[in-house]
């Protein structure tokens, strides 16, 4: 792997800036957790600096510099998730509307050319997209070399694993929900918890680490299977991180009551009887971390009761090139239309640097003027 190329840890990989034995704790117990205690309204009113920032890192009027960037590589998938796709899929994308990877890694590069720093290659299922390791391969040659990785639902991980960290990923993510196989069904409309579980293993053993394993939380569905998450970080070795629902499922089914929150996930811990320390975090972590019982990490991330809108560092890239500051955005910038018309750098540069600049403060979940993207997250690229 390449880390030695990446002197500073990045603010979304989750990845301890320390060894586990001197990972910095606070003395905080968790009935002082570290996060924002307000849920404001955002002022999503764009500061009163007039002029388009047009050179260094791309920056925001709000001051955010975006140096962490979401690329899909495809909207299809071999699951039906309930909180993200409805049980007959979407229509999907027809082929020639997607990057290629020819374009996906011009694009790409440009944006590390613009200081982005983390790649995270998502979908849609990313491995579904034929021979994915040869856009890792392509990723891999970009200088500086980004740091990589990849969220997936693991079901063709196991198979492709060590394809991929020979291509050059780093580490990867998988979403796991449900580690009861009736349930797992339910949540994913299919029966590939083994499979899943599987591909855990393969990513361990190939390397991908620290692998994180991503579960949302859903009051009612498997909001009770949280301490055994917890158990998993500490017997597996991975970083578990609980993620609020967020309402971005295709069905529209959201309610916020279905929402099992960060506060909620920590009492539940500690009623089953779990010590839960909070960990220091540095940059803009969309995470909070804790170490349970002294070894398994956690991280909470709390998108809907408090959101980290004002530290956002990120960035998407739909899987037909659209550009989209905010998983939330309500407009996409085109970029692959002009890179098919032959745009150079220096014109893609500025539609890049004028989409960031008009970022907007904030994405006001649960608030009255929240307005819903047309778009499920397998769509946008989670
Ligand atoms: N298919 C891959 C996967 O599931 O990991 C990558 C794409 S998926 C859209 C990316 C992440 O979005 C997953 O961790 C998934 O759990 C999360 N996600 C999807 N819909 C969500 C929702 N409504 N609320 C919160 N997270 C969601
Ligand atoms: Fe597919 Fe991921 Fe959406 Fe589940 S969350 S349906 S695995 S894209």
């Not at 301890?16 to 205690?37: H, Y």
Request: glycine share 6%.
């Amino acid at each position: 792997m390449h880390s030695d190329q990446h002197p500073a840890p990045n603010a979304d990989t989750g990845k301890p800036a320390q060894s586990k034995k001197s990972e910095k704790k606070t003395s905080q117990k968790t009935s002082a957790i570290p996060l924002p205690r307000t849920r404001k309204n955002t002022n999503n009113k764009q500061s009163d600096r007039p002029d388009l920032h047009t050179g260094g890192p791309l920056l925001d009027t709000f001051a955010r510099v975006a140096d962490d960037l979401r690329l899909s590589v495809t909207d299809r998938c071999n699951l039906r998730c309930m909180y993200c796709m409805p049980a007959d899929g979407l229509p999907w994308l027809p082929r020639t509307e997607l990057l290629t990877y020819e374009e996906a890694t011009r694009l790409t590069a440009l944006f590390v050319q613009l200081g982005v720093r983390t790649i995270r290659v998502t979908g849609g299922e990313p491995l579904v997209r034929h021979n994915l390791h040869i856009l890792i391969a392509q990723l891999n040659a970009i200088t500086p070399r980004p740091e990589l990785a990849l969220t997936t639902n693991a079901v063709l991980l196991e198979e492709q694993a060590d394809k991929l960290a020979e291509a050059g990923l780093d580490r990867v993510n998988v979403s796991l929900d449900s580690l009861q196989q009736d349930r797992f069904i339910r949540i994913t409309r299919s029966d590939n918890l083994e499979k899943v579980l599987r591909g855990i293993r393969a990513a361990k053993a190939a390397g991908l680490t620290p692998v994180k394993v991503n579960c949302v939380v859903m009051r009612g569905m498997n909001a009770d299977e949280v301490p055994a998450f917890a158990r998993m970080a500490q017997e597996e070795g991975c970083i578990v991180r609980f993620i609020e629902y967020m309402p971005l499922d295709a069905d529209g089914q959201w309610k916020e009551k279905a929402v099992f929150t960060a506060e909620e996930i920590l009492d539940s811990l500690e009623k089953a009887g779990h010590d839960v320390v909070a960990l220091s975090s540095e940059g803009p972590h969309p995470a909070s971390r804790f170490l349970v019982d002294g070894e398994g990490q956690i991280g909470i991330i709390p998108s809907v009761t408090r959101p980290f809108c004002s530290t956002c560092n990120r960035l998407r890239i739909t899987a037909e090139g659209g550009l989209r500051t905010c998983l939330f955005a309500l407009e996409e910038t085109n970029l692959r239309d002009p890179l098919r018309a032959g745009s150079n750098d220096a014109e893609l540069e500025a539609l890049i640097r004028a989409a960031v600049w008009k970022k907007w403060a904030g994405h006001n979940i649960g608030m009255p003027d929240f307005v819903k993207p047309n778009k499920s997250m397998s769509q946008i690229g989670g």
